[in-house]
């Protein structure tokens, strides 16, 4: 597979993750928002800009309407919900005949409808979020089910997963790590399994009980949950053990050893240690590190890897 | 131009939705002069007449949105958003005859095989200069003439291996050729994607009709460019674009995709020891072959334009060391200007002693002393163009044009007479299309693609390009034309 197509797919796939992440974020916020008070909701919308935007580029507003439509569609942010899918598919238009119609169509026709969004509506924008959420899920399927998994899938799941393992542990650090403002309420607990799409799932391994150690547990090692830390370092590796078929052996081991360190890392860490010597922060900023080292052997290996090296 | 409805004529063909369709000058596709059908296109017109409006329109619609679903678009550059605009593409189809469709195919393959053979000739030993039919200056000082080219062997001596030649149809109802396009024709994107939009509007219709297919054109052009080159097993093809930034991308992604070969940019490439490669991720892979749509002089900076980032460093060398194949080949380019163009049938019956069966449109060389005089005499009533130009830059339609500015161009030409030639007004022939509901006449051209290589081959279609605006003779898309979808009829 050409090295820019490698590039785009994976770019593509990264972006992709990083709206459905901000539509799941934004639907949830506004769904949950009635249930609290002025002060809670404030911190808790402080929460949903940190983990959303960049630092210098966090609306100071404290407008509910204003946030939910700088963080989903101002076409001036790089972070925003629009601006995400139109990085999407911008890398998507570099590869169209690398993807099915179907993608192309359903992702083309998403952007579309987004783009035409001037002004949100206030009294149904959660419903707006949760529709572009529904959306890009059903973009994922028809991904699942249109294209080959060849090596170009696997460059997607590489990006979809890196980009989701950094993006929780973004909304962990804000909750237990150094990011923390506010010490998080029930609701606020509540509100961060929703954010992961966990309530459910969570109920079902721990039952209704919320506690924080277990909420932690549940989203960082679980190994079934798609959500969880864990889980994507699973697919990290085996979309590495996938890419690249005939890449020489020393290429191939320089991104494989990384990947090995860190998923040997969330399989033999227990959440005891991380919560009595209240090192969840670091241990946290470690795995953000590590999937940046991958993201940067993959491409020094694999992309932009100089000719002279290998003729 | 005398305009009359076809309903004084025929009370019948002027019902709904054909109401406001008028007659003009020009040769209609659909109505003969007295007002009545053509026989190719009763079936439509029985159909059509029974079909409301409003759902004429929703099918329109229908075709508009998938277009920009598909992303079938281009980009124009006004504001900060780069808005993406789609070709319009006219649900109402433009029908070929078979026995027209025969001449067409016949004449065309004529045209290729002498435009190769002359392509040939002055890339080495240049007899048609020696013998005097075509004038040295006009080959040797032609921007597009590649001296880099002089002596170097080609697959099956085979030049230009994809052409789309513009065809259109004069007021006594017969085709000429207008222009042949040799460099890096496009709009064969268009032609399937407006069959496969008009298939869905018109699912009944076509299995009545006896339409032929051309879907098979991306395995049609994969097999021409397979046999250009001696490596057998696991011929390494790819499509060079110059990128997603070019009008013609969504083409080069869909051919890449129809054919199963990788789309190239410049930045893909490298050569190393004459050979070029593309790096994968798996490192780097050998292309054998390369279809390219970037113009020559993009593409090798070493050799043509320095400041060219489209193109790949050492191609050229590759390509004189016979290690990988280029369609089309550069500079045939020399054999597609406007001047060139005026003698293709001399060159026809040159190299082929035969006589042409496609015939030009009569053409004035404003290289030559008395044509010149006469075009300059009558700016009003002619169309003078640019020799090295296309895509209707650099032209003046004479009756359209104020005094000022044929006055204006009248100087350029005086300045720099081998850069014009001029031709009457032709009269486009009109086809229906639908405006707001009804439909009426417009002006339509004809753009066939030939694939030529080891054989000839000529997929039974086109793309028909239509001028949108009411009166107007400009099809170019660039210049606000739309496209239909062409259908040559197998009886």
């Known amino acids: ?311 | 131009m005398s305009a009359h409805p076809i309903a004084d004529a025929n009370p019948e063909a002027g019902q709904p939705p054909f109401s406001a369709y008028k007659l003009g000058a020009a040769y209609d596709e659909m109505f003969a002069a007295d007002g009545s059908v053509r026989p190719q296109f009763a079936a439509l017109a029985h159909r059509l007449t029974h079909l409301p409006p409003e759902e004429l329109q929703r099918r329109q619609q229908a075709c508009e949105t998938s277009f920009l679903h598909q992303g079938i678009t281009f980009t124009v550059y006004s504001d900060k958003q780069a808005t993406e605009r789609i070709i319009p593409t006219d649900l109402f189809p433009r029908i070929v005859t078979a026995k027209e469709w025969e001449k067409i195919e016949a004449g065309l393959t004529q045209r290729i095989l002498a435009l190769n053979l002359f392509l040939k000739d002055i890339y080495t030993d240049g007899r048609v200069l020696k013998d005097g039919i075509i004038p040295r200056s006009m080959i040797y000082g032609s921007k597009h003439y590649r001296r880099e080219m002089r002596g170097l062997p080609v697959p099956h001596d085979a030049y230009v291996n994809v052409c789309g030649s513009d065809l259109i149809r004069c007021e006594d109802g017969k085709f000429a050729v207008l222009e042949d396009n040799l460099r890096v024709p496009s709009g064969v994107s268009y032609m399937l994607a407006n069959r496969d939009v008009v298939r869905r509007a018109f699912p009944n219709l076509f299995r009545a009709q006896g339409v032929r297919p051309i879907d098979h054109y991306p395995r049609e052009l994969l097999a021409t460019l397979r046999a250009l080159t001696p490596v057998r097993e696991d011929v390494s093809i790819a499509i060079l674009t110059p990128g997603v930034f070019n009008s013609a991308y969504f083409e080069h992604a869909f051919l890449a995709r129809q054919m199963g070969v990788e789309l190239v940019e410049g930045r893909d490439l490298l050569v190393n020891d004459n050979v070029v490669y593309a790096r994968t991720t798996s490192g780097l892979k050998r292309i054998d072959v390369i279809y390219r749509r970037i113009d020559d002089d993009f593409i090798d900076p070493l050799i043509f334009r320095e400041d060219s980032a489209l193109g790949v460093s050492g191609l050229f060398n590759a390509y004189r060391a016979g290690n990988v194949v280029i369609a089309n080949a550069l500079g045939t380019g020399v054999a597609d200007d406007k001047a060139v163009y005026a003698y293709v049938p001399r060159l026809i019956r040159y190299y082929l002693a035969e006589e042409p069966i496609l015939e030009n449109i009569e053409t004035y060389l404003c290289r030559e002393e008395k044509p010149l005089a006469h075009v300059l005499a009558n700016l009003d009533k002619l169309v003078v163009k640019a020799v090295g130009e296309s895509g209707g830059y650099g032209m003046l339609v004479g009756p359209h044009a104020s005094k000022a500015e044929r006055e204006a161009f009248a100087e350029k030409i005086k300045a720099d007479p081998d850069n014009y030639i001029a031709q009457p007004t032709i009269q486009l022939s009109t086809a229906p299309t639908f405006v707001d509901g009804g439909v009426e006449p417009r002006h339509v051209d004809l753009r066939p693609f030939i694939l030529h290589g080891e054989k000839t081959v000529i997929v039974p279609g086109a793309l028909t390009r239509v001028a949108l605006k009411r009166g107007s003779l400009v099809v170019n898309s660039s210049q606000g034309g739309g496209s239909k979808d062409t259908w040559v009829l197998s009886h």
């Open chain 1, 1 to 311: 597979m050409l090295s820019r197509v490698a590039d785009s797919l994976y770019w593509m796939s990264r972006y992709l993750e990083r709206a459905e992440h901000t539509a799941r974020l934004l639907a949830v916020k506004l769904e949950t928002t009635v249930e609290q008070t002025r002060e809670e909701a404030d911190s808790s919308w402080a929460r949903v800009v940190a983990a959303l935007s960049s630092q210098n580029e966090a609306p100071s507003d404290t407008d509910v309407p204003a946030i939910a439509q700088h963080l989903a569609i101002d076409r001036d942010s790089d972070n925003s919900l629009l601006s995400s899918l139109s990085f999407a598919r911008d890398n998507a238009r570099q590869v169209r005949e690398q993807l099915s119609v179907e993608v192309w169509e359903n992702l083309n026709r998403l952007y579309l409808r987004l783009r035409e969004t001037g002004v949100l509506e206030q009294r149904n924008n959660a419903l707006f979020f949760r529709e572009t959420l529904q959306d890009l899920h059903a973009l994922e399927g028809v991904t699942y089910s249109t294209l080959s998994h060849g090596e170009g899938w696997y460059f997607l799941e590489l990006g979809h997963y890196i980009e989701r393992a950094q993006l929780v542990c973004r909304l962990l650090d804000l909750h237990f790590g150094a990011a923390k403002q506010t010490e998080p309420k029930y609701l606020d607990w509540l509100v961060l399994l929703k954010f992961c799409s966990a309530f459910e799932p969570y109920c079902k391994a721990y039952t209704a009980a919320i506690r924080p150690d277990k909420i932690a547990e549940f989203l960082l090692f679980d190994p079934e949950f798609p959500h969880s830390v864990r889980f994507s370092i699973d697919r990290i590796c085996d979309a590495l053990a996938h890419v690249a078929p005939g890449a020489p052996p020393g290429r191939r081991a320089s991104v494989e050893r990384l990947a090995g360190r860190l998923k040997a890392m969330a399989d033999f860490t227990q959440i005891e240690e991380l919560m009595a010597s209240g090192t969840i922060a670091r241990f946290l900023a470690d795995i953000a590190a590590q999937c940046e080292e991958i993201h940067a052997a993959v491409y020094s290996a694999y992309i932009t890897y100089g000719a002279e090296t290998v003729l």
